[in-house]
Structure formats: C-alpha cells, structure tokens
C-alpha cells in the first residue's frame, strides 16, 4: 500500500451539518474501518461491531424521518455518506446500502402504527436488515418468484427460498417479497420478518470471488409464521414496493462503486508517484499520466451522475432512468478503474500485498447486483424508445 495520503475528495455539499456529517464519517473511515480492512476481507470476517458503531453514530438511518429516527438527511448527502464508507471498505458500504434498502418498504409504504412500533430500532437502535427479493430461480424475472405466504387466520405462513442475500443467515429483520395470489407481479406482497422468526434460516454463506466479509447466502422459509400487522403496504402491491426500492437501491450501489473507484485511484497515483523506473517516478511517463487522467474523469463523471439523479429524487421529481444510468455508468467505472489500477502497479497489483486487486475483484459483483448491467440497458432504453414490441 502507498505511503502517501490520498487528498479528500471536493465535495459541493448543501449545509454546514452535511459538511460536519462527511468530517465524521471520514474520521470513522479512517480510524475504525480502514485499517482492518484487507485483513478482515481476507479472513471473511464480517465487521458486526462497525456496524453497531455507525447506527450509534445515526448514520443507518440517514435517508429517513428523524421522527423515526433517522437522520432526515438528503440522498444527495446520504449517497456520499455511502461513497466515503465504501471507499474504506466496500463490505461495509454496500452494508449500509443494503440496509437502507431493507428498511426501504416501511418507511415508504408502511402504517403509521408499524412506522412507531418499528423504524426506530431499524434505523438506531443497532439492527441490520436484509432485502429478500430473488431467488434460485428468479433473478432478472424477480416478478416469477415461488416464495408464497398463505393466509391463515390472522396470521401469514411463508414456505420458499431465497437467493444471493446480503446479510443473509445474520440479518435482524428481512423485507420478503411473497407470493400472496396469481403469477406474475400483481400477486406479490411484501412482508417484516423477525430475523429470528421460527422456520427461517440462513444457508452456510455463498465462496465468492470478492466481498468475502460480506455474507451472501440462502434464506429458507420453512412454515415462517408471520401477523397480518407485519404485511407492509396492501395485498398485491409488493412488486411495486420492490421496484420503488430498487430505484433508490441502484443510487446506492452507484455511489459505492464511485468510492470504490476513487480508492483504487487513489492507490494508483501514490504508487505511480512514489515508483521510480528510469531514474524517474513512473507518474512522469505519458502513458500512465493519461490512463490516471481518464480514470479521474470517469469517476468525476460517474459521481455528478448519482449526485444528479439523487437531486431529482430529493425534489420528488421522476429519477428511475436516471438511477438506471448512474447503477450502469458507475458500476462499469469501478470495474474500469481498478482494472487499470492493477496494471499501473505492475506485478505489485497482482499481489495481495496491495489492496489493488481486491478493489478488481470486488467492483465486478456492483455490475450484478440490484439489476445487472443489462438489466440497467433494458430499463434506459425502455424510457428512451419506449417498451419493446409497440
């Protein structure tokens, strides 16, 4: 790793309280996050105490009311909140994102009744959620999904499994999406389920290329018992609960593969500065200036995209091409850019002595997750050409 400090990146944030909110996380970044990181990744340790430390410091709750306990912040300063954390650790931004995913569902289209029994502890009181959308057999088709939730009494009983969940087997709460009526995405409901529900279980965690402290598993249903209160929004409307929150989900993972980007960039430059081949750094040779160049523009470029469509969201404006395009511009820049990182270190990138080639391993799952990049295609040209087969 370069013993030189990356500079922090400008930001244009909108209040005194933004700019004090980015002061502390970087602090945290720094001092508790950073340093363990490559260790942990390596080891497949899942940081629990980093994450009990952020929601005592009210940054898992930060999109939300503050009523709720949330922190009422603007997703223009939430997404860079994410970016700053992921560039210390992706586990741990991708972590938030994911939860904020998670509470997602009853803060958007919950009763009052469960917002006050609930939001609180979700958002501060140091729980971590779960998005349980695919499964084994639906993953880009989440509308085909076989989990079903049967009515009995007053209560739901869910039978099914889930696929590729964050968080998964470790998570307090899961938002489920079940099959409550007829295939297809009017027969969908979304559902609160206690982490430690009986019936439910997670699967021993997904061997994944990167993102090893990040637990990715099945989650079994098995006879799941759950009250008619903890349904979330009406019966069949839980597939558009889930797109709602994979719009604002896609904003997250963009800001993620920025920060990711940025500290592989960032690596990049303090060793091309500091390597000296030919009597010379190697920074000073044109080939590498200008791959450096075109990393910092497209990070740049990727940056100003999620901050643009995170404005429109905060002003109540349409986002969902927007969002589509920054998942999709973003995520591709972080695989670029730490591709590029590895080879501008050479033989050093190749090795886990550096962290460069796991910031490369890490960024290829941003261009699946939430919708893979193709997905990311469809959903931009839909709204540009209008649907397929007019």
């Known amino acids: 790793m370069s013993d030189r400090d990356p500079q922090p990146v400008e930001r244009q944030l909108p209040t005194d309280e933004a700019r004090d909110l980015l002061a502390l996380v970087r602090d945290i970044a720094r001092r508790e996050i950073a340093p363990q990181a490559a260790e942990e990744e390596d080891a497949g340790r899942f940081p629990r105490e980093v994450f009990t430390l952020l929601s005592e410091s009210g940054l898992l709750g930060l999109p939300y009311a503050a009523e709720h306990g949330g922190g009422d912040q603007p997703y223009e300063v939430y997404l860079q909140v994410l970016e700053e954390l992921a560039a210390a650790r992706l586990t741990v931004g991708l972590g938030v994102s994911v939860h904020t995913l998670a509470s997602y569902a009853l803060a958007a289209y919950g009763a009052k009744q469960q917002q006050v029994e609930h939001l609180p502890t979700m958002l501060g009181g140091g729980l971590l959620g779960a998005y349980c959308l695919s499964e084994p057999s639906s993953g880009s088709d989440a509308a085909s999904l076989r989990t079903r939730a049967v009515r009995d009494g007053d209560d739901w009983v869910i039978d099914g499994t889930k696929a590729w969940i964050t968080h998964g087997g470790i998570a307090d709460f899961y938002t489920v999406m079940a099959r409550t009526g007829e295939d297809g995405p009017r027969g969908i409901t979304a559902f609160l389920v206690p982490g430690d529900a009986p019936g439910l279980s997670g699967a ?56 990711l980007a940025q500290a592989a960039l960032d690596e990049a430059v303090g060793y091309a500065t500091q390597r000296r081949q030919f009597g010379r750094p190697v920074a000073d040779f044109q080939g590498l200036r200008f791959m450096l160049a075109d990393m910092a523009t497209q990070i740049e470029a990727g940056r100003a995209l999620y901050l643009a469509a995170a404005r429109l969201r905060d002003a109540g404006r349409p986002f969902a091409k927007q969002a589509a395009m920054a998942k999709l511009h973003c995520t591709d820049t972080a695989m670029k850019v730490t591709t590029d990182a590895v080879q501008i270190l050479g033989g050093y990138g190749y090795t886990a002595d550096f962290p460069a080639e796991r910031y490369m391993r890490e960024a290829k799952v941003l261009q699946i997750v939430e919708g893979t990049n193709q997905i990311q295609r469809m959903v931009i040209a839909r709204h540009v050409a209008g649907p397929e087969g007019r």
């Open 204 to 259: 021993a965690p997904e061997k994944k290329m990167g993102m090893k402290g990040s637990p990715t598993a099945q989650v079994h249903f098995d006879g799941v018992r759950v009250p008619d209160e903890r349904r979330i929004g009406e019966e069949g409307q839980g597939f558009a609960i889930a797109l709602a929150a994979l719009d604002s989900g896609r904003l997250g993972i963009a800001a993620c593969a920025i920060g």
